[in-house]
């Protein structure tokens, strides 16, 4: 019906009210769709909001704002019409407006500019935003500390130089003095601001621990907001996953059993930063991954498997266990006690799983170093070849050493089973079956 053109004009209505109205029906025409703001773009409607910005009231700030936040979200596209008609340098002012609500506003859109990608990024910085992000989330509102942390998040989140701007104005130590805040939103965005610093680099996740998040961090994860535990269970897994002096740190703190717990009591989508992290922590080393085991870390991650219906999950669990039980046979072992052997097969071979998901399941990392035979018999009848050679290559290791196991072996038709397998010739796995046969006399293998 050509609204936008009829709009147009009461931007500059001599009427106060006018204006700001007209700037807000323009806001939620553009919120609407991309479609709608990309007609506020080529309506020549940026650079007149532009103008304004800098003589008009606070309500009419706040509105201008809205409307290039709306404008901004859709895609990196439009963000950058809004940088090509100057906004940020605007924007960067209303910052330092006395009005809370015009900060706020100003926030957020600088915020929605600013999470596309790096190049737009780079823009909200070069404007000065980020020094007044930083006092902004120092101020008493906490709906402005909020909106301050989550821009400030998404500033940090594309390169480590962008999160460097960010820890060089000082904001790690007043973010993590609200790690403790009782507004759960405001910790939301606060987790999810250090996260983005800390997951760059390990100079970063260092400063990021230096504010001394450890112990305070962990309450968190038993908070009653679902995001904030995943956001403190993600921060958490980034600063763990650089090195294993990090994670070490976070084990002496209590944070590996205070991850597994967490895990335990929620489900879905949240578990998986805490999985994740068990996985980072156990692939560093042999103790810290043994300190996984101790912590009673494995029983959660084989209920992940089998409790949660996403694959992606399931897939980290896989990963998780594998990075528990590679590095030793006592690993191992800890692992196929907990019976998670068959499951982790039964999804390897299951067609409708998730390629990921097969690839995480295949059992190698953990079967090259089990040598705890009733787990690995059972997976004797099911096992497709490429898998079969690693069990058959286990027994083949241990059967030679262990009087005992050769018994059982026999009365339990393990080595029925192994007679039925069809091996090439001079493959690995026709080695593996010969050290076997080679272990019993002629008439038991016939």
């Known amino acids: 019906s050509g609204v936008m053109s009829l709009l147009r004009p009461l931007l500059l209505d001599v009427v106060p009210t006018i204006q700001q109205t007209a700037a807000l029906a323009l806001g939620r025409l553009a919120n609407y769709n991309d479609d709608l703001a990309e007609a506020v773009v080529k309506g020549d409607i940026l650079p007149q909001l532009v103008c304004s910005l800098s003589e008009q009231n606070r309500f009419y700030k706040k509105a201008a704002a809205f409307v290039l936040r709306a404008v901004g979200k859709h895609s990196p596209q439009l963000a950058q019409a809004i940088v090509q008609c100057g906004a940020l340098e605007m924007l960067v002012i209303c910052l330092e407006d006395f009005d809370p609500g015009v900060k706020e506003a100003a926030s957020w859109a600088l915020g929605y500019i600013a999470r596309h990608n790096s190049e737009l990024s780079q823009a909200v910085v070069d404007a000065g935003a980020v020094p007044l992000l930083v006092l902004c989330i120092q101020e008493p509102e906490i709906a402005l500390k909020r909106i301050a942390a989550s821009t400030l998040s998404d500033i940090s989140k594309h390169s480590p130089e962008l999160a460097q701007t960010v820890v060089d104005a000082g904001a790690i130590a007043h973010l993590a003095q609200m790690i403790l805040n ?39 994860l038993k908070d009653s907001d679902e995001y904030v535990k995943k956001n403190g269970a993600t921060l958490i897994r980034e600063i763990a996953k650089h090195t294993p002096e990090l994670s070490q740190l976070i084990v002496n703190a209590g944070g590996v059993a205070a991850v597994i717990d967490c895990i335990g009591s929620c489900r879905g989508t949240v578990r998986l930063p805490g999985i994740m992290m068990l996985g980072y922590v156990a692939a560093h080393s042999e103790n810290l991954s043994m300190a996984v085991i101790v912590s009673k870390g494995i029983p959660p991650l084989c209920a992940c498997l089998i409790e949660e219906p996403e694959d992606h999950i399931k897939a980290a669990a896989a990963w998780a266990l594998g990075q528990v039980g590679r590095h030793t046979p006592e690993h191992a072992r800890a692992v196929a006690v907990a019976n998670v052997l068959p499951t982790l097969l039964a999804m390897y071979m299951d067609t409708r799983s998730s390629e990921d998901l097969q690839m995480k399941a295949t059992l190698k990392n953990i079967l090259q170093k089990c040598t705890y035979l009733p787990a690995l018999e059972p997976l004797l009848h099911d096992a497709p070849p490429n898998i079969m050679k690693h069990i058959v290559g286990q027994f083949s290791k241990v059967l030679p050493h262990d009087s005992k196991a050769r018994r059982l072996f026999v009365t339990t038709g393990g080595l029925k089973k192994v007679q039925e397998i069809k091996a090439e010739p001079g493959s690995l796995l026709q080695e593996y079956i010969n050290t076997i046969n080679n272990c019993y006399p002629e008439e038991i293998v016939r």
Do not use: N
């Open 182 to 220: 009782p507004d759960a939103k405001l910790k939301r965005q606060v987790l999810s601001a250090l996260s983005q610093i800390a997951k760059h680099s390990v100079d970063l996740a260092e400063l990021v621990v230096e504010a001394e998040i450890f112990p305070v961090v962990l309450t968190c």
